[in-house]
């Protein structure tokens, strides 16, 4: 009775189920009862060494022909056990493969697989307006810059919106720590926050800051108080506001400054803006010594430097103003140059 009650559990457990361990389990005896009863029909030429090669190519129904029954027993065994059970074991299992793999990449399109990304950038949030175009220009910008991942990550999507291109992660909240887990966000070297409410915005910039100090943040504000405060709390963070209303402005006094700004800003038009860190080990240099050189070797246009390095340019520098290492330089350029000759540059 013992016995036979574990094999009504196990049967329920695996065999109800066709998971994985049933299918396994049913192979197993199908190639054991197989070869038994080929042994008893003396078969002998197929359970040799062959036998597993002759078995997968008969229950497969493929049969090349180069290893058959002789005995009518043989004969007999392989008609009405060896190729109907076969066949059926071969489609349940090739049928469980595909749904395996099936399901899997579903996962991977609804953002609910692990991701293992290192040094890639996470999008936060998302906007119906905003966000796909922001994706678009930073998939430019990865493929000029050692094609960096992209992972976006958000709570109100139930489908990647840009499969084979990008990650994406589904949480259930940007400080969920299991979901933000998936999404890498310790090892992201980027952080974009850009959600619907400036409040889901403070509470992601506080989390991420808590768990990636080193990565470079940026947290976009419709509301300047919550980005002073989320700056006094997280000075690292780039507090980025929304600068439409004085991009119109100065469109009304000075014609044509939204277009121009709009090139400045995407990798797809014209000259856009980009940045690069003066290297250690070399010595203090004047504006006046890159500006020319940038422009003259390199068709680029030095327009501000960060000489302390605490995320404020100094727009427009006086030629004058020493560069050191560690300042960031920002320039205009067609491509982003990705080779520098610092050193001819320093000796001048």
Not at 3 to 28: C, E, S, T
Not at 139 to 168: H, S, Y
Not at 229 to 235: Q, S
Not at 282 to 308: H, Q
Request: aromatic share 10%; proline share 4%; with cysteine.
């Amino acid at each position: 009775m013992l016995l036979l009650r574990y094999l009504r559990k196990l049967v329920d457990r695996h065999f109800k189920q066709m998971n994985w361990h049933a299918i396994v389990m049913m192979v197993l005896f199908y190639i054991l009862l197989a070869w038994l009863l080929l042994s008893a029909a003396n078969e002998d030429a197929l359970t040799g060494s062959e036998f597993l090669y002759w078995l997968l190519v008969t229950a497969s129904t493929v049969g090349y022909g180069d290893l058959s029954p002789t005995t009518p027993e043989g004969k007999f065994i392989v008609a009405f056990f060896v190729i109907p059970f076969g066949l059926s074991l071969f489609a349940l299992t090739a049928g469980k493969v595909a749904a395996f793999s099936a399901y899997q990449w579903r996962k991977g399109i609804m953002g609910l697989k692990d991701l293992n990304l290192r040094d890639h950038i996470l999008v936060i949030g998302w906007d119906e307006q905003r966000t796909p175009d922001m994706l678009r220009l930073l998939l430019l910008e990865a493929a000029q810059n050692k094609g960096r991942k992209i992972c976006l990550c958000v709570t109100d999507l139930t489908e990647n919106p840009m499969p084979g291109e990008i990650e994406f992660i589904r949480a259930k909240a940007f400080n969920d720590d299991r979901d933000m887990d998936r999404a890498c966000i310790n090892e992201a070297s980027t952080i974009i926050i850009d959600t619907a409410q400036d409040d889901f915005t403070l509470t992601a910039g506080l989390y991420a800051y808590g768990l990636n100090r080193k990565a470079h943040i940026i947290a976009f504000f419709r509301d300047d108080s919550l980005a002073r405060l989320l700056k006094e709390h997280c000075p690292s963070i780039e507090c980025t506001p929304s600068v439409s209303t004085e991009l119109m402005v100065k469109a009304a006094m000075d014609p044509g400054s939204s277009c121009l700004h709009r090139e400045l800003l995407s990798a797809a038009e014209g000259m856009t803006q980009y940045s690069i860190q003066y290297p250690d080990g070399l010595p203090e240099i004047c504006v006046r010594d890159l500006y020319v050189p940038l422009k003259e070797n390199y068709g680029a246009t030095l327009i501000a430097v960060d000489l302390d390095s605490d995320g404020r340019p100094e727009v427009n520098p006086s030629l004058d103003q020493r560069v050191k290492a560690g300042c960031t330089i920002y320039y205009i350029a067609d491509n982003r140059i990705k080779t520098f000759d610092w050193a001819a540059l320093a000796s001048r």
